[in-house]
């Protein structure tokens, strides 16, 4: 997967409320209108409870 489908997909999944997104190397969440998935790579993503139930029904 190329860097481009990586990020429309983590984007969809923020958006959906199925992941968190977190600054790299910190336990510190980044504030929904402060994502920017052009620097998608200075982020890590966590599952939310929501994310991991919808992945559980597919």
Known sequence: MDD??????LEQLFRK??????YKGTEDEVESGEV???Q???YHFLATKA????????
Do not use: I
């Open 4 to 9: 481009s489908e990586l990020r429309n997909h």
């Open 17 to 22: 409320g199925w992941v968190k997104v977190f």
């Open 36 to 38: 920017s998935m052009g």
């Open 40 to 42: 998608f790579e200075n």
């Open 51 to 58: 994310g991991l139930k919808a992945h559980n029904t597919l």
